[in-house]
């Protein structure tokens, strides 16, 4: 039996949902490959999407026409817009999800797409030949032939499970492993490592005591991820807090010997920015307490969450330490929490498009690149699902720069700077977060997105909708000159400076005092008709004004640094030739293979002298 595609898809998890997403409406004929599927879109750890910069990355993803965001929308059971105290750049959505309900409209989504087939069965090799993938063979002895395939293994390649001083083959809890691809992988020549995670035990939620903890509630009027706005929800769930303390730390040292990291039974490395309790412990032994966030799993479940307790101690270690949690006194768990160690591909194997640099038409995304995080493995899938169409039809490839998207400083990131911890994306690693906020991706990508065949006419409409709205309002605004018996009252009140002549509404709306919202007020008043624009717009235009002189400078920061990109260095350069380079950054330039002085720049180990050196001989 022999199958032929355009394109295969192994693994159905968050990356190879959007991967086969993408490459299906783009037009190829796709399979998607998994073990099971009634586990297709599931979510291993946490019931959330979003958060702090990886909001910005579902909506980037919505804003292309990918789906994370509309399956985030539709499964939601809470939603919240993180970090509204600070300044735009910085606010991040978040939907907390039914986590059965998110599975199945994955699955919904991907059984429309009628260039989408399903296989179930493991896949133990590749089939390679002259150096380029040209299908895959499966456990049942299959053959599948193809143009392209993208591997989205998430943790199943060769994982092992741990629980205290037990270990068992593993890929998710009850999960088999998968085997075979590691080592063939390696006998091309490709690099390998291996990371750990961990997740939390699940409770009962009709055994803990809410009065005891914190409530966590929703935004009072809740958002949504998606540009095409999705329906809102009506009712929320929902979260709750509550605190570790001295009794759960001291169940937690006393019981080290019985931790998989450290009595030595786990050598591979754990997520920095999501530690299990018990590093928390031992790391920041000054700290008396840590928060726990109580998360229901979904609406008709009594399944919870314990995020932030993350641990591999052994059963009834947890138990008792569950049970020392304010609330918690009459826990029953209902699966315990574990540790997974898994291989990865250090991703400076990458070319920029996530297409392996030794094995053409051969794509990588996902956690199988080093990455931990749903968001992150969905817009990996969804460029390796674009590019690896696009490759086989001869199209330019799509790659975003660092100035351009979340997305551009992900890649950016793993291919340029490889990883060795699993990598979580932060707003801190987006140098231009300024331009780069979750509010307009729609206008940054969705023009492209549709370009290249992924966005749909309806959505590309309401985005050419909007920009001419948003002309509309900056021209109004620059127009309307408010007199000082207007606005002195609203200043005053704020206790800002007042005006002595009449100004203009752009003007006023730069002082950080002075909102649209104020301005709204007034416009009623006037009958100017500002208030009939949708409030998406009128936020948007308010955002826009206000940090007008920082975009600008952020603007001119970009074109500065984007010199260095226009250096194009040929991919058969030899470095060898430069005798004053330093030792590592010859080591590393030869390694990743910079397409640009600016790639090259952001290499690490490779410094400005390096780079000076290398430009002096490009300009030769």
Not at 543 to 556: A, D, T
Request: a positive charge.
């Amino acid at each position: 039996m022999v199958l032929e595609y355009d394109i295969i898809v192994v693994g159905g998890g968050h990356a190879g949902c959007e991967a086969a997403t993408a490459a299906s409406k783009l037009g190829a004929k796709v399979l998607l490959v998994t073990m099971s599927l009634q586990t297709i879109g599931q979510m291993s750890c946490n019931p959330a999407m979003g958060g702090i910069a990886k909001g910005q990355l579902i909506r980037e993803i919505d804003a292309l026409g990918g789906s994370s965001g509309i399956i985030a929308d539709q499964s939601a059971i809470q939603f919240r817009m993180l970090n509204t105290s600070k300044g735009p750049a910085m606010w991040s959505p978040r939907t907390q999800n039914d986590r059965g309900l998110f599975s199945i409209c994955w699955r919904r989504a991907l059984e429309s797409l009628p260039n989408l087939d399903f296989w179930q069965d493991t896949v133990v090799s590749l089939l390679v030949k002259n150096g380029k993938v040209q299908g895959i063979q499966t456990a049942l002895g299959i053959t599948i032939k193809s143009c392209a395939v993208i591997l989205t293994n998430g943790t199943f390649l060769n994982g092992i499970i741990h629980i205290g001083t037990k270990k068992m083959a593993g890929g998710r809890s009850t999960e088999r492993a998968a085997t075979g691809i590691t080592e063939q992988l390696q006998k091309l020549g490709f690099q390998i490592g291996r990371m750990k995670t961990g997740t939390p035990p699940r409770v009962d939620s009709r055994t803990l005591d809410y009065n005891k903890m914190e409530k966590q509630p929703g935004d009072p009027v809740p958002g949504y991820f998606s540009f095409l706005n999705t329906t809102p929800l009506i009712k929320q769930k929902n979260c709750y807090i509550t605190y570790t303390n001295p009794t759960v730390h001291n169940l937690i040292k006393d019981n080290l010997a019985d931790i998989p990291i450290y009595n030595g039974q786990i050598q591979s490395t754990g997520p920095r920015y999501c530690p299990s309790i018990e590093d928390k412990v031992y790391r920041f032994a000054d700290k008396e307490r840590h928060q726990i966030f109580v998360e229901p799993e979904g609406w008709h479940t009594i399944q919870v969450y314990v995020n932030g307790l993350s641990t591999s101690l052994p059963q009834s270690i947890q138990l008792k330490m569950l049970r020392a949690i304010t609330g918690f006194e009459k826990v029953k768990m209902i699966c315990p929490g574990y540790a997974i160690e898994y291989d990865y591909f250090p991703p400076t194997q990458l070319h920029y498009t996530l297409e392996t640099q030794l094995i053409q038409n051969l794509y990588f995304a996902g956690q199988i690149n080093g990455t931990t995080g749903y968001e992150e493995a969905a817009c990996q899938g969804l460029m390796a699902g674009i590019n690896a169409y696009r490759k086989i039809h001869e199209l330019s490839q799509v790659v975003f720069k660092r100035s351009e998207a979340y997305i551009g400083v992900l890649i950016d990131d793993l291919v340029g700077k490889g990883t060795e911890e699993p990598y979580r994306m932060f707003t801190s690693r987006a140098e231009f977060r300024i331009l780069l906020r979750q509010d307009n991706a729609d206008l940054r990508l969705t023009e492209l997105g549709y370009a290249i065949g992924l966005a749909d006419k309806k959505r590309f409409q309401k985005v050419y909708k909007k920009k001419k709205a948003l002309v509309s309002i900056f021209d109004f605004l620059k127009k309307w000159k408010i007199q000082p018996e207007i606005i002195n009252p609203i200043l005053a009140a704020q206790g800002a400076s007042l005006i002595d002549i009449p100004q203009s509404a752009d003007v006023l709306l730069k002082r950080p005092e002075v909102n649209l919202s104020d301005l709204l007020q007034l416009d009623k008043q006037q009958s100017n008709g500002l208030s009939t624009y949708e409030q998406e717009v009128l936020q948007q235009a308010n955002i826009q004004v206000k940090y007008e002189n920082y975009f600008q400078k952020e603007k001119e920061l970009v074109k500065k640094m984007e010199q260095l990109e226009h250096y194009t260095i040929p991919l058969d350069f030899n470095y060898t030739k430069l005798k004053a380079i330093s030792a590592e950054g010859l080591e590393k330039l030869q390694k990743v293979r910079p397409a640009t002085l600016g790639q090259a720049s952001r290499i690490s180990g490779v410094r400005p002298a390096d780079i000076s050196i290398l430009m002096v001989y490009l300009g030769r």
